[in-house]
C-alpha cells in the first residue's frame, strides 16, 4: 500500500511541475514573429526602398552589381532582386516579357492561379506588375517595378528549402506584408 501511495505522490508531483505545457501538432514547428520595423536600403544602385530589420540585403554575384538578395534570415527566404537599365539592348517592352515569361512558363501546369496585379503611382511615375501564384509552386510572389523610360526592377520571393504550402502559409502572409511595404516605398534615385 505504501509502495502504491509513493507512486501516486510521485506522479502527483510530475504532472503538477509541467503547468505550462502546451501540446503542439506535429511537424509544426513553433513560430516566433519579430516585431515589424524598417530601415531604408543603402546601396549604389539607382533606387531605394525599405526593408525589414530582421532582413538582410547580400549582393548578388559580382557580373550584374544591382543584383542583391533579399534574405529573411529568421524564416530562411530569399527575394531575389535585379535591376537592369533601360537601353537599346534591354527595352522596356522584351523586360516586361521576360518577367511575364519567368512567372507563367515554369509556373502554368503547377500553379492553381495565377492572379496579376497592376502596380501604379502617378505620383512617383513608377508602374509595374505583380504576381500571385497560389497552388504548389516554387515561388508565390514576382513582381516588377519601372519608370518606364530608364530603370526597371524585378523580384522573385521563394523559401530556401522545399516546403509544403499549407505550413509556411502564415509565414508567407507576415513576410507579403514586407514585401508589399519594400514595394510602396520603392523609389528610383534621380
Known amino acids: 500500500m505504501k509502495i502504491k501511495i509513493g507512486t ?16 503542439k501538432p506535429h511537424a509544426y514547428p513553433r513560430v516566433v514573429y519579430p516585431i515589424k520595423e ?5 546601396s549604389d544602385c539607382p533606387f531605394t526602398f525599405e526593408t525589414p530589420v ?3 540585403l547580400v549582393p548578388y554575384g559580382s557580373e550584374n552589381n544591382c543584383w542583391y538578395n533579399l534574405e529573411y534570415t529568421p524564416f530562411d527566404a530569399t527575394l531575389h532582386l535585379s535591376y537592369v537599365p ?3 539592348t534591354a527595352d522596356l517592352d522584351s523586360l516586361a516579357e521576360d518577367a511575364y515569361r519567368m512567372v507563367f512558363k515554369p509556373h502554368l501546369q503547377r500553379a492553381e492561379e495565377i492572379i496579376e496585379r497592376e502596380i501604379s503611382d502617378s505620383t512617383t511615375g513608377l508602374f ?10 516554387a515561388t508565390p510572389f ?5 519608370d518606364g523610360k530608364e530603370n526597371f526592377f524585378r523580384g522573385s520571393f521563394y523559401f530556401n528549402k522545399n516546403t509544403k504550402r499549407d505550413s509556411v502559409l502564415p509565414i508567407y502572409h507576415f513576410l ?6 519594400s514595394i510602396v516605398t520603392f523609389r528610383f534615385k534621380e
Open 86 to 88: 533601360i537601353n537599346s
Open 38 to 42: 524598417y530601415m531604408q536600403t543603402i
Open 176 to 181: 507579403n506584408e514586407d514585401i508589399m511595404r
Open 142 to 146: 514576382n513582381f516588377y517595378i519601372t
Open 128 to 137: 509595374g506588375m505583380i504576381y500571385d501564384l497560389e497552388g504548389k509552386t
Open 8 to 23: 501516486l505522490m510521485c506522479i502527483i508531483v510530475l504532472f503538477s511541475a509541467c503547468q505550462d505545457y502546451l501540446p
Open 54 to 56: 530582421y532582413s538582410k
